[in-house]
Every structure is written in C-alpha cells, then in structure tokens.
Nanobody, 115 residues
Framework: QVQLVESGGGSVQAGGSLTLSCTVS????????MAWYRQAPGKQRELVAT???????SYVDSVKGRFIVSRNNAKNSVYLQMNSLTSEDTAVYSC?????????WGRGTQVTVTS
C-alpha cells in the first residue's frame, strides 16, 4: 500500500521561507512525474509544481521564481522550497503523482503565512 507523508509546514511571516518534504513508501518512486498540490480554504486543489524523473520542473505562474521543486529518488522523496511567501500561499500542501491514477492522498502539511 502506497503511503504519502508530507512534512515541513508551519506558520511563517510574509516574505519568509519554508521547505516541505514528501516521502513515498510502498512503491517504486523513481519512474514517474511527481507534483506538489495545494488547497486553500474554500477552494479547489491546485497544481503548484511538477518534477519529472530526470529533474525537469515546472510551476504554476503564481509561484514561478519563488518556489523550487526537487526530488531524491534514492530517498523516495520530493521537496518544495518556498520563498517570498505571501498570504495567497496559505493552504494545505500535498504531493502525489502528476498523472492518473494517483495514489491515495496523504494528510498534507499546513502552511500559514501571516502578515
């Protein structure tokens, strides 16, 4: 059974930084594209960043230049470095495969940006 465990969230002031981690267990990790998603209160889940097995990354426009996604295939982990955070980044952040069928979602990690 595949398990996703996200960590690293917290409360940070606007302009600050956080680095999120996601560890995948129960499956072979290095074969697929991975993604970070976020869901703000009252909004639909949003794709934030993707990373291919070879490290090629992409981002939604609202985080370009501020977020960096990376992965360590040996550790079955994917990371999201978030800089220059704003209140608009407040959400629960989760990781999963980019393509369907996706794994069952983990609990995510809450990021709260205060002004």
């Amino acid at each position: 059974q595949v398990q996703l465990v996200e960590s690293g969230g917290g409360s940070v002031q606007a302009g600050g930084s956080l680095t999120l981690s996601c560890t995948v267990s129960g499956t072979t990790f290095n074969a697929g594209a991975m993604a970070w998603y976020r869901q703000a209160p009252g909004k639909q889940r949003e794709l934030v960043a993707t990373i291919l097995p070879n490290g090629i990354d992409s981002y939604v426009d609202s985080v370009k230049g501020r977020f960096i996604v990376s992965r360590n295939n040996a550790k079955n982990s994917v990371y999201l470095q978030m800089n220059s955070l704003t209140s608009e980044d407040t959400a629960v952040y989760s990781c999963n495969k980019l393509r369907t069928p996706q794994w069952s979602w983990g609990r995510g990690t809450q990021v709260t940006v205060t002004s």
